[in-house]
C-alpha cells in the first residue's frame, strides 16, 4: 500500500516538476523513540516532519475496527494514507508554514488551522485512492468513510465525554472529514484539496 502511495505521489509530483521523496512506516507497538520525542500507543497513528516518518501502533487497527467500528483493508489503508498526506504537507512546506503561524495564534486559532491540515490531508487521502482505483474494491470508498466518520473530533469527544466542543476540534467533524476525503475521491486531483487556501497569507 506504501509502494502503491510512492507511485502515485511519484507521478503527481513529477507533472510538477518536482521529486518525491518516500516517507518510511514505522509499525511499533507498546512504545517507541521517534524524531518527535517518545511515541506511546495511546498518541494513536502520526506523522513526525524531523524524521519524516510515519508511526503506527499495531495494535491501532484492532481499535479502529473494535472501538471506532470502521473494519476493513481499505480503513486501514485510508489512516495509512492520511499520514502520507501530511508528509505530502511537510514537502510541500505547508507543515512548517502552519507550525510557524500557530505560534503566533491564540489556542482555539490555531486548533482551527490545525483543522484545515488534518482535512487536507483526508483529501489527499482521497486522491490517492482516486489514482490507484484498481485497488479498490467494491464497498472500499464506504468503508473509509466511515473510518474518516469514526475518527471525526465529534465522535471521538461524544465517546469519551459525551459532549461536543467544536472549539477544541484538531481534526474536524465526522461531516467535514468524509466531505474532504470524498472530495479528494472524486476529483484525483491534489489541487482540489486547498483547505488552508488564505489562511496562511
Ligand atoms: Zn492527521
Same mark, same amino acid.
Given at each position: ?35 518527535? +520525542?517518545?511515541?506511546? $500507543? ?6 513526525? #516532519?524531523? @524524521?519524516?516518518?510515519?508511526? =503506527?501502533?499495531? %495494535? ?65 487521502? +482521497?486522491?490517492?485512492? $482516486? ?6 474494491? #467494491?464497498? @472500499?470508498?464506504?468503508?473509509? =468513510?466511515?473510518? %474518516? ?53
Amino acid at each position: 500500500m506504501l509502494g502503491s502511495t510512492e507511485r502515485v505521489w511519484g507521478r503527481l509530483f513529477e507533472t510538477q516538476g518536482a521529486t518525491y521523496r518516500p516517507t518510511t512506516l514505522v509499525f511499533y507497538s507498546g512504545g517507541t523513540q521517534a524524531g518527535c +520525542g517518545f511515541a506511546s $500507543a495511546s498518541a494513536g497513528p502520526f506523522y513526525c #516532519p524531523a @524524521d519524516s516518518r510515519i508511526y =503506527l501502533d499495531t %495494535a491501532f487497527f484492532d481499535e479502529l475496527a473494535n472501538r471506532f467500528g470502521a473494519p476493513g483493508d481499505f480503513a486501514q489503508a485510508y489512516v495509512i494514507a492520511h499520514e502520507v498526506g501530511h508528509h505530502i504537507q511537510a514537502l510541500e512546506g505547508t507543515l512548517g508554514q502552519v507550525q510557524r503561524a500557530q505560534r503566533q495564534l491564540s489556542e482555539r486559532e490555531a486548533n482551527a488551522l490545525q483543522v484545515k491540515v488534518e482535512l487536507q490531508a483526508d483529501c489527499y487521502a +482521497g486522491v490517492w485512492a $482516486a489514482q490507484d482505483r484498481n485497488l479498490l474494491e #467494491p464497498g @472500499d470508498a464506504e468503508a473509509g =468513510l466511515r473510518a %474518516a466518520a469514526a475518527v471525526g473530533d465529534d465522535t471521538l469527544q461524544k465517546a469519551s465525554q459525551g459532549e461536543v466542543v467544536p472549539e477544541a476540534f484538531t481534526h474536524g467533524s465526522a461531516a467535514e472529514r468524509q466531505a474532504w476525503l470524498k472530495r479528494g475521491l472524486a476529483s484525483g486531483d491534489p489541487a482540489q484539496c486547498d483547505t488552508i487556501g488564505g489562511a496562511l497569507r
